[in-house]
């Protein structure tokens, strides 16, 4: 294997040693649709080193900063690139944090909506036996003072 030229990915020299045609062919699609992009090459670097990032990515990224350099992106710019991931990740999680406060929620409510459902079952109960053992001992009791 060939020493990497600066910031290319031992992963990614493997490939071109390996893998010649394939990374020929790899190679030409990649400057097809640097040719058809509307971007600078500046933003396009920087678009990549965006979505390196989210995608956690880590092994591209010493090589296209030093693209995203020499296309004129300033060390700022290449910052606030790199820390789109962040952002993403903190709305990732705030969503992921939601949905289980959610799931939970309703957890909670079907089950204290149960302990509370059997919990309303069993007074009513009470008081209803309790109210027909008054109506027996009013009876009893009427009896009583008539006879």
Do not use: C
Not at 101 to 123: A, E, F, P
């Amino acid at each position: 294997m060939t020493d990497a030229p600066e910031g290319i990915s031992t992963a990614f020299q493997t490939f071109l040693d390996r893998a010649p045609q394939h990374a020929a062919a790899w190679m030409g699609a990649v400057q097809g649709l640097v040719g058809a992009s509307a971007l600078d090459t500046k933003t396009a670097e920087l678009a990549y080193l965006a979505v390196l990032a989210v995608l956690r990515m880590e092994s591209g990224v010493p090589f296209h900063v030093a693209r995203a350099k020499r296309a004129g992106a300033s060390r700022d710019e290449i910052i606030s690139a790199v820390l789109v991931r962040p952002a993403e990740l903190l709305l990732r999680r705030l969503a992921d944090a939601l949905a289980r406060t959610s799931r939970q929620v309703n957890t909670l409510d079907r089950r204290v909506r149960q302990l509370l459902d059997g919990q309303i079952r069993w007074i009513q109960g009470t008081l209803g036996e309790r109210e027909r053992e008054d109506h027996v001992r009013l009876k009893h009791l009427m009896r009583s003072r008539s006879g």
